[in-house]
């Protein structure tokens, strides 16, 4: 059984919609390097049960956005108002479903931005907004783009298939990113450990058929980890981080869209090997030799197997080595760091 690749798995979730492509809005580029840059951020992400929406903010603070909206120093959601105060040349609108108030993933409903439609009226400001799970909000997502004049979008997931699930969006004016760690809550790397496999994560036979059918079925040799719930009630990264450096081998499937999820990263960054079914054109910079990819359709009892010999074989330097290059990689400085260029580079070669 072969992995599915990505174009694979397209043709067998048809999931977009009928919509169309936003038009391209116009952009007034000034021939200098861009000033004032900010980020309509959510402070409710400093206690959010996974601090990665956390750290995207801030590896862009470092690499010199100015964080807005409510809790921040420009401590309001009333986007003109921001724009006023800071007068910036590009504005980066954190993912809308995390702070409408509509929205069942928002989890706090007064981090709110209001009139920003505000976005749209200058076509100097260089406009861009995080879309992560592209399958959600398709309609609400489409409508917000053109209200906002949106440039660009910051994307996690394989350009193919955030297009195929977002139609809306336009794929040319992408700026990818990655998920990211923080190396200073990695715990100290396990050279003795001796459990074998762990698989964690939510259930669902709709976006994540294989993970379900594994944690439905009886495993010898891989313990199960079910998924603490979305809260903004304190990260609990560290405390996932440190249950992960206890074991040789993690199950970490992807959803049927083929996401490359965090859990992959964080896994590989605490030494265990990995086993999952990210499509094999979905590679991951620096780690992909320490992933073993498997079909989403291998019995239950198989990938069991397969986690006992992959453990037996685990080499604690091989997996120092990979651990070396995730953090080095994945460093959420380092991704602001070069998502800002990213941004700074499309913004002085953007055509509609």
């Known amino acids: 059984m072969s992995v599915p690749t990505i174009a694979e798995r397209i043709a067998a979730y048809r999931t977009g919609g009928g919509r169309k492509e936003v038009p391209a809005p116009r952009y007034v580029r000034r021939d200098r390097p861009a000033k004032g840059k900010i980020f309509l951020a959510i402070k409710q992400f400093a206690q959010h049960m996974s601090n990665e929406g956390w750290q995207l903010q801030t590896g862009l603070e470092a690499a010199g956005y100015q964080l807005c909206g409510r809790g921040f120093d420009i401590a309001t959601g009333h986007v003109p108002k921001i724009l006023a105060q800071t007068r910036p040349d590009v504005a980066v609108l954190q993912d809308k479903?995390?702070?409408?108030?509509?929205?069942?993933?928002?989890?706090?409903?007064?981090?709110?931005?209001?009139?920003?439609?505000?976005l749209g009226k200058r076509d100097d400001l260089f406009r861009l907004t995080v879309l992560k799970d592209a399958q959600h909000n398709v309609d609400d997502n489409a409508r917000t783009a053109e209200?906002?004049?949106?440039?660009?979008?910051?994307?996690?997931?394989?350009?193919?298939?955030?297009?195929?699930?977002?139609?809306?969006?336009?794929k040319r004016h992408y700026v990818r990113t990655w998920h990211s760690l923080d190396p200073d809550q990695l715990p100290e790397f396990d050279h003795a450990r001796?459990?074998?496999?762990?698989?964690?994560?939510?259930?669902?036979?709709?976006?994540?058929?294989?993970?379900?059918?594994?944690?439905?079925?009886?495993?010898?040799?891989?313990?199960?980890?079910?998924?603490?719930?979305?809260h903004a009630n304190g990260s609990a990264t560290e405390s996932y981080l440190k249950?992960?450096?206890?074991?040789?081998?993690?199950?970490?499937?992807?959803?049927?869209y083929g996401y490359a999820l965090r859990k992959i990263i964080e896994a590989t960054?605490?030494?265990?090997?990995?086993v999952t079914d990210l499509p094999p054109?979905?590679?991951?910079?620096?780690?992909?030799?320490?992933?073993?990819?498997?079909?989403?359709?291998?019995?239950?009892?198989?990938?069991?197997?397969?986690?006992r010999l992959a453990a037996a074989e685990w080499d604690a330097e091989q997996q120092l080595e990979y651990r070396r290059r995730a953090v080095l990689f994945y460093n959420y400085r380092r991704r602001g760091k070069e998502l800002a260029e990213a941004i700074e580079a499309l913004r002085q070669t953007y055509s509609a």
């Open 194 to 230: 001796i459990k074998t496999a762990l698989l964690s994560g939510a259930t669902s036979k709709i976006a994540y058929p294989l993970r379900t059918r594994l944690f439905e079925a009886p495993l010898k040799y891989t313990q199960k980890l079910l998924h603490p719930g979305y």
């Open 97 to 118: 479903r995390e702070w409408d108030p509509k929205n069942p993933a928002c989890l706090r409903k007064n981090e709110a931005f209001e009139h920003y439609s505000a």
């Open 269 to 274: 960054a605490c030494g265990c090997r990995v």
């Open 243 to 256: 249950t992960l450096n206890q074991f040789r081998v993690a199950v970490c499937t992807c959803s049927v």
């Open 147 to 170: 209200v906002c004049k949106i440039h660009a979008w910051i994307v996690y997931y394989h350009p193919e298939m955030v297009q195929h699930l977002a139609p809306y969006s336009r």
């Open 281 to 307: 054109d979905e590679t991951l910079p620096e780690i992909d030799g320490n992933l073993i990819r498997i079909s989403s359709d291998t019995p239950a009892d198989t990938v069991d197997e397969l986690c």
